[in-house]
């Protein structure tokens, strides 16, 4: 089956610099990839993704790319703000399978 | 407004109980799912279904079990048989080919 590994498991950065948070598949049927923000006690909220055959996606200060061939794809945030401070969790699919694998998180913190 | 929706809240457990956590979704989305998360931990998947009056267990299903008799319920019972249940619950809902949209979890205490 599918497996996602992600690095760091934590990060901080100074408010304003990037943060960039970095995942790998296994399967290469993979074709969708999607992000999740998750804040202290909430449910995580999609906040970007990404289809096999693009290798790029941009959403203002976010933006995720994507490598088929080193199967290897990676979250972007630019201008970091507190706000954007949470835990951030990468998955893959892959087509005709329904189901999610995630990577197992990264906890991002902005430093005044 | 579209959503799914996870109740109680918080909800506490008596050694040797039974637990039911609710979760509903109207957004009309085939699969839903259950994940465990632990402290500082990621998310691990209990069960999901992906049509009604059908279910598969994920990767730690024991001492937990679900049904599926409609479209928009998919509730999760934690059994006494799990016994460490404590943890932070969430349900998530996806249609095809899309991604999952997730409650706002249920935390689960053994009292």
């Known amino acids: 089956g599918e497996n996602v590994e992600q690095h760091p498991s934590t990060l901080s950065v100074q408010e304003g610099d990037s943060a960039v948070i970095k995942c790998t598949y296994s399967?290469?049927?993979?074709?969708?990839f999607p992000w999740y923000k998750q804040e202290l006690g909430k449910g995580p909220q999609l906040i970007i993704d990404?289809?096999?055959?693009?290798g790029e996606k941009k959403d203002q200060r976010i933006a995720v790319t994507l490598n088929k061939t080193a199967k290897h794809f990676s979250l972007h945030i630019t201008e970091t703000q507190p706000e954007d401070s949470a835990v951030y969790f990468c998955?893959?699919?892959?087509?005709?399978?329904?189901?999610?694998?995630f990577g197992t998180g990264t906890r991002l913190t902005i430093i005044p | 407004d579209g959503g799914i929706t996870q109740s109680p809240k918080y909800l506490f457990r008596k050694e040797g109980q039974n637990v039911t956590l609710s979760c509903e979704q109207n957004l009309n989305h085939d699969a839903m799912y259950w994940y465990r998360q632990d402290p500082g931990q990621g998310l691990r998947l209990i069960y999901y279904?992906?049509?009604?009056?059908?279910?598969q267990k994920g990767d730690i299903a024991e001492g937990y079990s679900v049904s599926r008799e409609k479209k928009e319920s998919f509730p999760l019972t934690v059994t006494s048989a799990q016994k460490n249940p404590t943890a932070f619950y969430l349900c998530a809902s996806s249609a095809a080919s899309g991604g999952y949209t997730f409650g706002s979890g249920t935390r689960l205490t053994v009292v």
């Open positions: 399967d290469s049927a993979s074709n969708y």
């Open positions: 990404i289809r096999s055959n693009v």
């Open positions: 279904s992906q049509i009604v009056n059908d279910f």
């Open positions: 998955a893959a699919r892959a087509f005709g399978n329904e189901k999610l694998t």
